[in-house]
């Protein structure tokens, strides 16, 4: 996955609303929210594993479950991978920043 950004689909399962809400709040800084625990996520190495560290910091790890779905690199599979039923899924446009 080196040097490249791929599509994350993260879903989690928390038992208590104080660690739901700070994984929720994580998450929304990282991604987009796409349904109740449902996020996607474009994420290089670095940020991948900044989100897995804050969130493992979170979680009661014998009680609670976060997955990370990787499909792939965005500008590959990963970019057009989601088809949806019912409301259309609008894939997040990729922007840059300037800091």
């Not at 928390?14 to 739901?20: K, N, Y």
């Not at 709040?25 to 190495?45: D, I, M, P, R």
């Amino acid at each position: 996955m080196r040097n490249y950004i791929h599509h994350f689909v993260i879903t989690y399962d928390i038992t208590v609303d104080e660690r739901r809400t700070a994984v929720f709040t994580t998450l929304k800084g990282f991604g987009e929210h796409l349904q109740y625990s449902v996020f996607s996520c474009e994420l290089n190495e670095t940020s991948l594993l900044r989100l897995q560290t804050r969130l493992a910091e979170l979680i009661q790890h014998d009680l609670d479950q976060v997955l990370f779905f990787d499909l792939g690199p965005v500008d590959g599979r990963g970019g057009n991978c989601v088809t949806a039923i019912g409301k259309p899924y609008g894939a997040r446009s990729r922007q840059a920043f300037v800091l």
